[in-house]
């Protein structure tokens, strides 16, 4: 089943899209835990939440691709990722709507992202590939942070 | 840490600080010879170790340093302040070669080594004789037979020291036999097997120098009694009375069983570290307090759990662990904890070089340097520090013709000290310059446009303009400052640490900079409130006092005035619901906490007061840098997340709306 040039991608739904991230930076997933707000941060980075003793901003990346925030279910889940930001390597929440699985996408079937016809930022989508029937987004997380 | 090159690079730094500190005492006393040793020592391991691990540009630019370096310390060569210098950047180049061997200079490197031989055999008795490079070793003549007699220190077995080795490292030099003395060995009912009682006579044929005999004992030297005569010369040794050829036969050391990687490294280390220490990486400290944190956090609900819940015996597990849960936290917090010595020391260099460059003489003295604070702390210290020695040693003290008119002594003091007061740690720099002239900063001030002309100051508010941004006295812009920047910084990084400065001067007679910290940035004690549905914690350190915020201050305030009257102050105040834009509606009793930084004082209104808090502080990711409200996060009780309130930046805040509605007002009455 694994071939050379495929890699781990977990896979989460987010306002009837699918987004893929890199399997190797996800450190866990958790149930949602109570979120403090910040004010006066940026409307992506609103919360903040204890992961483990440690506290790690909470992003939305629907407020990113000019998706409804919408409010959560029992599916919502966080996922904790292992991010870089300038010099530093730190961890932050990331909403997910719902949680699908890990799957392999293999390199071959990730393509760029189309340079017209897309509602979002270009360089906030890394790359388009394929999984199941339809089409999934690898988000640049380091673009979507800094 | 595993990489066998970083460990090098971290006891090489160790070395080269080791190094750095001997040639700075040498300076104050050139013939110290211990002093000389233990810069020898260094260097020796650093040569060693270096080519161990394969850092063969380090290894070969210290032999030739060592060998100049040898001169002196036969006393071949006099220990000139030129030669303390040019080892000084020799120590520097070294540095940067462990650092990036490939990235160094190789050119620098050359010249240095040319002037560390050049000043190394100035004023020699035998200069001529040392040819230049790795050959340099004089009094090649032949196969000459010494006679060596030489006993260990008792304790060379416990620290880690194998005396076989070194015999057979004797061996290697030439033709060789060993006979020990065990006069001293007790009988077997007495004997320490620990304890190292026997003597050596060895009489050694070698063509070698008798530097390279002395050499195999380089580490242990200053335990052991060693007397090297060649045979021929005046022999005044008393006859052994029993001697055995070697194997001797001794109890098997215990300490090389448990340390088969007894080496000479090794051999060194033990010798000047009494204290048994390791080496931890910061980063597991650091882990370590977040799971103290974490734990605590867990221990709390748990203690709230077994009171509701009744049951005695678990009411007794939660308060033992309870127990067990504060002792970790403090020797956690302790583990954090660095002498501030580590810091100071690395400031003699730095008043070297700034002596020399500014042709002064400087006298630094450093007291306290056993004094603790938080690593995190020390190194965020380092930078302030750096600028206000600078500051003391270009501004503060004169030039030496001054002082002298001054009727002074030349060399200037400066003094460096640590000590705690109470919960925080003062660190003093004081220097018997000419001190601050609170006219003529005052005049500086008033041109500069940072206060108007006829305003009443006291020494004090005077002395605090040095801390303004933009703000010189210097006439003139030097290499080292002027600039009018730095001093800004200084006061900002150290209120960054919820520090204060303190200046005390009188002219004349000199300037003293009083820092005040706190002991540690990891832990504070708080104050939880509650605004609208948020949790915020305020540093109790910079709370005045808490007011009820009655109905006609409300008032006023929705008119645009929004002042407290504290005892007949104005103080102004800040709604917390309405600059952080909370949505549920206010309490009907809002509370009023006066806070205060830089003695300018603010009310925050908020919801509701909690109670104190003990706050162990997170900092905010970069994702937050954005947000100026708050310094840090903190984790309650519960698990939940809460902010702490950045009180420096609110009182400005408040302040500058105090401004703004004081210009208002203006306006309105035109």
Same mark, same amino acid.
């Given at each position: 089943m694994k071939t050379g040039d495929a890699k781990p991608f977990l896979m989460l739904g987010l306002g009837g899209e699918i987004f893929a991230i890199d399997a190797e930076c996800v450190?866990?997933?958790?149930?949602? +835990?109570?979120?403090?707000?910040?004010?006066?941060? $940026?409307?992506?980075? @609103?919360? %903040?939440?204890?992961? $483990?003793?440690? +506290?790690?901003? %909470?992003?939305?990346?629907r407020l990113r691709f000019g998706m409804e925030a919408a409010p959560a279910t029992p599916d919502t889940r966080f996922i904790v990722l292992e991010v870089k930001l300038?010099?530093?390597?730190?961890?932050?929440?990331?909403?997910?709507?719902?949680? @699908?699985? +890990?799957?392999?996408?293999s390199f071959s079937s990730l393509g760029p992202a189309p340079k017209i016809g897309m509602r979002w930022r270009p360089e906030f989508v890394k790359a388009i590939g394929q999984w199941r029937d339809g089409f999934v987004v690898v988000p640049n997380i380091d673009a979507i942070l800094n | 840490m595993n990489d066998p090159a970083e460990?090098?690079?971290?006891?090489?730094?160790?070395? %080269?600080d080791q190094l750095e500190q001997a040639l700075l005492d040498l300076e104050k006393n050139p013939s110290d010879q211990d002093v000389v040793n233990s810069a020898f020592r260094a260097l020796h391991t650093l040569k060693g170790s270096g080519a161990m691990f394969g850092f063969e540009a380090v290894s070969a630019f210290v032999h030739n340093f060592e060998t100049a370096f040898d001169h002196v310390r036969k006393g071949k060569a006099q220990l000139s302040q030129e030669l303390l210098s040019l080892a000084l950047l020799a120590k520097d180049h070294i540095r940067a070669l462990v650092e990036t061997p490939e990235g160094a200079d190789a050119e620098i490197g050359q010249r240095l080594l040319a002037g560390l031989e050049a000043a190394s055999e100035i004023g020699g008795p035998d200069a001529g004789a040392t040819s230049a490079g790795v050959a340099a070793q004089g009094e090649d003549d032949g196969p000459v037979t010494w006679r060596l007699r030489f006993r260990f220190g008792e304790s060379v077995l416990i620290n880690g020291g194998n005396p076989l080795l070194l015999i057979d490292e004797l061996r290697t030099l030439g033709e060789c036999e060993v006979r020990a003395l065990t006069d001293d060995v007790p009988t077997l009912d007495a004997l320490d097997p620990r304890a190292c009682r026997i003597e050596w006579e060895a009489t050694l044929t070698t063509s070698k120098p008798r530097s390279e005999i002395e050499d195999v004992f380089i580490f242990v030297m200053d335990e052991m009694t060693l007397a090297i005569e060649r045979v021929g010369e005046t022999v005044e040794t008393p006859a052994p009375e029993s001697a055995i050829k070697l194997p001797v036969v001794t109890a098997k050391p215990v300490q090389e069983e448990q340390k088969p990687l007894d080496d000479r490294r090794n051999f060194g280390r033990r010798a000047t570290d009494n204290e048994s220490t390791m080496r931890v990486q910061a980063e597991r400290v650091d882990e370590l307090m977040d799971r103290v944190g974490e734990l605590v956090i867990a221990q709390a609900r748990l203690s709230q759990l077994a009171q509701s819940a009744g049951d005695l015996e678990i009411k007794a597990v939660a308060e033992e662990i309870e127990r067990l849960a504060s002792g970790l936290r403090d020797i956690t917090t302790g583990i954090r904890m660095l002498p501030i010595g580590s810091l100071f020391s690395r400031f003699r260099r730095l008043v070297?070089?700034?002596? $020399?460059?500014?042709?002064?003489? +400087?006298?630094?003295?450093?007291?306290?340097?056993?004094?603790?604070?938080?690593?995190?702390?020390?190194? $965020?210290?380092?930078?302030?520090?750096v600028h206000l020695i600078r500051n003391a040693l270009d501004h503060g003290l004169e030039e030496p013709s001054a002082r002298l008119e001054a009727g002074k002594e030349v060399t200037g003091q400066l003094s460096l000290s640590a000590s705690h007061s109470g919960a925080e740690v003062l660190i003093s720099i004081r220097d018997d310059g000419r001190g601050l002239d609170a006219k003529r900063l005052y005049a500086k001030a008033v041109a500069q446009g940072l206060i108007g002309g006829n305003e009443a100051l006291t020494d004090a508010d005077i002395h605090q303009l040095i801390f303004h941004p933009g703000f010189s006295t210097a006439e003139s812009v030097t290499k080292l400052s002027g600039r009018g920047v730095g001093m800004d910084v200084v006061k900002r990084t150290i209120e960054a640490m919820r520090g204060t400065i303190d200046v005390a001067s009188e002219p004349g007679k000199g300037c003293e900079l009083i820092l005040r910290l706190p002991l540690t940035l990891a832990i504070i004690e708080g104050l939880l409130v509650r605004v609208g549905a948020g949790f915020y914690v305020?540093?109790?350190?910079?709370?005045?006092?808490?007011?009820?915020l009655s109905q006609a201050a409300r008032d006023t305030g929705s008119k645009g005035r929004s002042f407290l009257n504290i005892r007949g102050d104005l103080v102004p105040f800040l709604v917390l619901r309405d600059l952080f834009e909370t949505k549920t509606p206010p309490d009907a009793h809002q509370k009023i906490v006066i806070v205060s930084s830089n003695e300018q004082r603010v009310g925050l209104v908020v919801d509701q007061i909690i109670g104190s808090h003990q706050t162990v502080i997170k900092s905010l990711s970069k994702l937050h840098a954005d947000v100026t409200s708050f310094s840090g996060a903190t984790i309650l009780g519960d698990g939940a997340v809460a902010l702490i309130l950045d009180i420096p930046r609110l009182v400005d805040l408040g302040q500058s709306h105090e401004k703004g509605a004081k210009a208002k007002e203006k306006e309105l009455a035109w």
């Open positions: 450190r866990e997933i958790l149930d949602p +835990v109570p979120v403090t707000d910040v004010p006066g941060a $940026r409307d992506f980075v @609103h919360g %903040l939440i204890n992961v $483990r003793g440690k +506290v790690a901003p %909470l992003v939305d990346f300038g010099q530093d390597t730190t961890f932050a929440g990331v909403i997910a709507e719902k949680v @699908h699985e +890990v799957a392999e996408l | 460990i090098f690079r971290v006891e090489a730094f160790d070395l %080269l070297y070089d700034l002596a $020399r460059d500014l042709n002064k003489s +400087v006298e630094l003295t450093t007291s306290g340097e056993d004094t603790e604070l938080d690593k995190s702390m020390i190194e $965020r210290l380092a930078d302030p520090l305020i540093p109790l350190s910079a709370i005045e006092e808490c007011v009820e």
